[in-house]
Structure formats: C-alpha cells, structure tokens
C-alpha cells in the first residue's frame, strides 16, 4: 500500500539557520503531495501542496518541490524562526477518496 | 469564513463505553473525513462521508462508525472502547469526495480508562 516516510526527528536548530525535513513517499497512480504542521494542542494546518510532478509548493517561506523520479518532496526553509517550532507532516492522496497518508512527523524546534 | 469545528475538546471514558464525536465542516464544504492520531505518530484514516454514505474506510474494525447529516456535519461513534483508542480525533473537510485539500478541525482528544 502506499506510504510516507519522513526523516528521523527530533530536529534542533538555532534560529536562522537553514531547514530541510526529507520525506518519500510510496504511492499507486498520481498523488498529490502535502506538508501540514501542528503546534501544540492543536488540530493539523496546511502548510503547502503540489499535486504533480515538478510543481513547487511555497508558503510562509516553505518550499517543497514534487521530484518523481526520487519520489521525494523534501521540505525546506532558508531561515527559521522560534515560531517556527512544531511538528512537521508530510503526506500523500491515495484512493478514489483521496485519503491523506501521513508519515511520522518531524518535531522541529527552533532556539534563539 | 467558518473552519471547521469538533466537539467537544476533550472527552474521558472508560473501557467497555461508548462515545460520540461531533464535526461541522468548513463553510461550502460537503466531504466529512475522520482520523484518528495516537500520541507521537501521524493520523491514519478512518473513513470518508459524502452524500451522507461512507465512500471510503481505512483499516479501522466495525467499533468505529459514522454518520452524516443533511447539513454535511458528521458524527464519529465508537462502540466498547479500548485503551487503545485513547488519541486525538480528527476531522477533515474537503468540496467533493476527490477534493485536494483537506482542511482539519482542532480535534478531539479522547482518553480512554
């Protein structure tokens, strides 16, 4: 079955500093590609798309681009902020309901 | 422009009870979908309402069940809790069952005893 596989956490970063959460995925037929970040207490916010090959998705100062060929869609930002710390989903459709897969997550957190 | 609700916030129960979720989705939204997230993993789907019919199910046992409303909100019940539902429910709303985004409530977080 399809699948989501996310970096190792948890990640510390000083802030400013540069971040990339890697994430791959496994998927049948065409998925679109997904990361949404969750704060503490809270329910999951999108944070940003792409739904073909190729595409970037860009939002707040995230980037992720759909790499087909390594089945990636690495999550990047060029400097973080203290408000930046939370957890980091990525996720992939699946299905005629396009249900989201989720991977692991990625706890984030960024010192000042 | 309303998101979306649950409730309630928070909910204890013990093993053997039964317990009921509420969802209201986003305004202009008709597709309902539930997930359930243990502590420290990602959320793994239950099912998906549309029409007011479960269109979709992950691989969740007969216990857990759903409705929808002609008003598109949606309720999540689960029969003869476990230790092991103990998690935040969430619910997902999305335009049409093949919608892209999903758009996720707050969320529900259930202990079980």
């Known amino acids: 079955g399809d699948s989501v596989t996310q970096m190792e956490g948890p990640v510390t970063l000083s802030e400013e500093a540069f971040l990339t959460i890697n994430c791959t995925y496994t998927?049948?037929?065409?998925?679109?590609l997904f990361w949404y970040v969750q704060y503490p207490g809270e329910g999951l916010q999108l944070l940003l798309k792409?739904?073909?090959?190729?595409d970037k998705g860009s939002n707040k100062g995230f980037e992720a681009t759909y790499r087909k060929e390594t089945t990636s869609f690495h999550l990047e930002k060029g400097s973080v902020q203290v408000s930046d710390s939370a957890v980091y989903f990525c996720a992939s459709t699946s299905g005629s309901a396009r249900q989201l897969t989720f991977g692991s997550g990625t706890q984030l957190t960024v010192l000042p | 422009d309303a998101g979306v609700t649950q409730s309630p916030t928070h909910l204890i129960k013990t093993r053997g009870q039964q317990v009921t979720l509420r969802c209201s989705p986003k305004s202009g939204h008709d597709t309902v979908s539930w997930y359930q997230q243990a502590l420290g993993q990602g959320p793994q789907f239950i099912f998906q309402y549309y029409e007011e019919e479960e269109r979709q199910r992950g691989n969740f046992p007969d216990r857990f069940s759903g409705h929808q409303f002609p008003n598109y909100s949606s309720e999540l019940n689960v029969n003869a809790l476990l230790l092991g539902d103990s998690a935040l429910y969430l619910c997902?709303?999305?335009?049409?069952?093949?919608?892209?985004?999903?758009?996720f409530g707050p969320g529900t977080r259930l202990l079980v005893l």
């Open positions: 792409a739904t073909k090959a190729d």
């Open positions: 997902a709303s999305s335009l049409g069952p093949g919608g892209e985004t999903q758009y």
């Open positions: 998927a049948t037929g065409y998925p679109s």
